[in-house]
């Protein structure tokens, strides 16, 4: 992945928080259920604010955000929150690693690579959020702005069940979900303008656009 300040972040409207984001980490939120004092780690956490948002609504203790682009960083730490950007800092075990549009940016074999590295990390919980792939994504593309290549279900689960047993060294006894929504749905209001419409067409917010997935193991 760029590590570079692309022309799609300058732009500020890319840096707003967005009614698809809200609906999409209200559905995160509830998934993982009421739980404050537990620690929390968001890969790729890019601005921060999804993380935030689940510190906010008690799903977790004072997030630490893992990112690795100098502007991203400085973007989180004016907020106040846990930038971190050194492996050297991070946690040995989280109860929740999780991340919102990361693994899809990248190919084989680091795209797996990806996805094991939340299993190192966690203990409980490994949660992500992606892009699904469907026909009109593939139709329209993403790669002039954000290079992509989104996730199947079958896909997601298989790599989630695969990073499971390389690195917890099981699959009984974990609980795997994976589902596709329509963030969509649940927007309760567009902003005017071209920009706002068109992300929301072309993006996220598409029919079955996003896919949530997650292992989860009973720790004693």
């Known amino acids: 992945m760029s590590t570079i300040w692309s022309s799609y972040w300058q732009d500020v409207c890319n840096l707003r928080w967005t009614d698809v984001d809200l609906v999409s980490l209200e559905k995160v939120a509830n998934a993982l259920g009421f739980g404050p004092e537990r620690s929390l780690l968001e890969l790729g956490a890019g601005r921060g604010l999804h993380s935030k948002f689940l510190y906010e609504m008690l799903r977790c203790e004072n997030p630490d955000l893992y990112e690795i682009n100098p502007e991203m960083l400085l973007y989180i730490e004016r907020q106040g929150l846990n930038a971190i950007s ?56 993403r790669h002039d702005r954000i290079p992509a290549e989104d996730f199947t279900d079958a896909e997601f689960r298989e790599r989630l069940e695969r990073g499971a047993k390389k690195v917890w060294g099981q699959t ?3 609980d795997f979900h994976v589902e596709s929504f329509c963030p969509l749905f649940g927007v309760r209001h567009i902003p005017a303008g071209w920009y706002n419409i068109m992300d929301r067409l072309v993006g996220w917010a598409l029919p079955g656009g996003l896919l949530i997935g997650w292992a989860r193991r009973e720790v004693s």
């Open 86 to 141: 050194d492996n050297a800092k991070l946690k040995q075990r989280y109860d929740i690693v999780w991340s919102y549009g990361v693994p899809e940016h990248f190919e084989d074999p680091m795209r797996q690579e990806i996805i094991d590295r939340h299993f190192e990390l966690a203990g409980e919980w490994v949660l992500l959020v992606i892009p699904r792939a469907t026909w009109l994504r593939r139709a329209i593309g």
């Open 172 to 174: 009984d006894g974990v």
